[in-house]
């Protein structure tokens, strides 16, 4: 993998940061690359557990799937509190991209749901339950091993 240097410098971030980006962030996108060489880019719920990033999808199906059956290798882009500040044209953000490789998990997989279900239902710890064994059968889980990881800030 190519390691590029950032061109705005003053707006890296440390690994700290980058980490707190992803335990923060609502969603990110992961990118793949298809067997045709075309790109791929997919909004999608994620956790971060310091140290792999989990999602879930529906089971053996789908565009993403596929691409990842191709290569394993992908990044993940997520960006942390946006605010646009339109009488100084910038935006106000933290962003971390990752690149690492997925892999569909079967013995981390109820663990990453149980992630999945707190990060996004933390008021419904019984409803999470319910729906983890209602559609467990259904779904995969991957997880992101992460090769490298950078964030930017502009606050």
């Known amino acids: ?55 879930h999808c529906a089971k053996d199906a789908g565009h993403k799937q596929a691409n990842l059956d191709y290569s394993d290798k992908i990044c993940f882009t997520v960006v942390d509190n946006p605010q646009v500040i339109a009488k100084e044209l910038t935006t106000k953000y933290g962003s971390a991209v990752v690149f690492g490789t997925a892999e569909k998990t079967e013995s981390n997989k109820h663990y990453a749901l149980e992630l999945l279900a707190e990060k996004y239902a933390p008021d419904y710890p019984e409803k999470g339950k319910t729906e983890i064994e209602k559609f467990y059968n259904v779904t995969d889980i991957y997880e992101i091993s992460i090769i490298k990881i950078s964030a930017k800030v502009n606050r």
């Open 1 to 55: 993998m190519n390691d590029y240097e950032m061109r705005r410098k003053e707006r890296m971030a440390d690994l700290q940061t980058a980490e707190r980006i992803l335990e923060n962030a609502e969603y990110g996108v992961l990118s793949t690359v298809g067997s045709d060489g075309f790109p791929y880019g997919i909004p999608l719920n994620f956790v971060y557990d310091g140290k792999k990033i989990y999602f």
